[in-house]
């Protein structure tokens, strides 16, 4: 069984010291390859230095709407000429999006947004999508600027008529540990209804700790734990669930399996 985290956070500080254990405890799970969205400049060498350390890594270059300053859009060009010197293992732009509930401007938000999304489109990158509230929004943009290299809608909360207007558009639906919660039942609906062509799995390490370990952190090999989660819903045996979302994860982001 081979799984591939497509969304976590392995450059944060909590994992500064345990960095090879955690890849060893989701190694034993059947976690092979992990992909590091960035969330600003702050991070950007620090996820380039990780891919070049382990070659199980993957990133992401962008900036995450959460870490916006009213400058940000200044960061355009930096990130142009890295995305231009770019290593193989760098395979999207993000996490990049909208955040309706975060105290950034939307008009920053959306403008920086478009200056990451013409970039991919320059480079013929993928995206990955952060939206929270802010799906048809999301969908405008994308529509607008006539976006043509799919991506990723991370940690995706909402209904199949959502999800399908982004898979529609050449997005995978970023499944996590919200699906593992009682209270996530239009959620849990949409991924049941989804055909399993358009998911990939994700943890959003060391965030988003599944139920049942609410106030601990989050960590890769809890990607078997999602995976069950997801076999539950769809009735399907796991081997078959784990090889359709292997597959999707690398034609995701353009890697070979």
């Not at 890295?82 to 509930?101: I, K, N, P, T, Y």
């Amino acid at each position: 069984m081979r799984l591939f985290d497509t969304h976590c956070h392995l450059d944060f500080d909590v994992f500064a010291n345990g960095l090879e254990n955690h890849i060893k405890s989701a190694n034993q799970v059947g976690v092979e390859r992990f992909l590091i969205p960035a969330i600003g400049p702050s991070n950007w060498n620090r996820v380039e230095a990780l891919a070049k350390q382990y070659t199980s890594i993957y990133y992401a270059l962008g900036i995450h709407p959460y870490f916006l300053r009213p400058d940000s859009h200044t960061h355009r060009d930096q990130l142009d000429a890295l995305l231009s010197q770019r290593s193989r293992h760098c395979v999207a732009v993000g996490e990049c999006g909208l955040d309706a509930m975060v105290d950034v401007d939307s008009q920053i938000q959306e403008r920086v947004f478009i200056q990451q999304l013409e970039l991919a489109q320059t480079y013929q990158l993928p995206l990955i999508l952060h939206s929270r509230k802010t799906h048809n929004r999301l969908l405008q943009l994308l529509k607008q600027n006539r976006f043509s290299y799919g991506g990723v809608l991370h940690a995706f909360s909402g209904s199949y008529q959502q999800a399908k207007q982004f898979t529609d558009l050449g997005f995978y639906i970023g499944v996590g540990g919200g699906i593992t919660y009682p209270r996530a039942n239009k959620t849990s609906q949409a991924i049941t209804q989804l055909p399993l062509e358009y998911i990939v799995l994700e943890t959003d390490s060391p965030d988003m700790p599944l139920n049942g370990y609410q106030g601990k952190m989050n960590q890769p090999k809890m990607l078997a734990q999602i995976l069950s989660c997801l076999a539950s819903l769809k009735g399907m045996p796991k081997q078959t669930i784990a090889e359709n979302v292997w597959k999707n994860s690398n034609s995701a982001f353009g890697i070979c399996e």
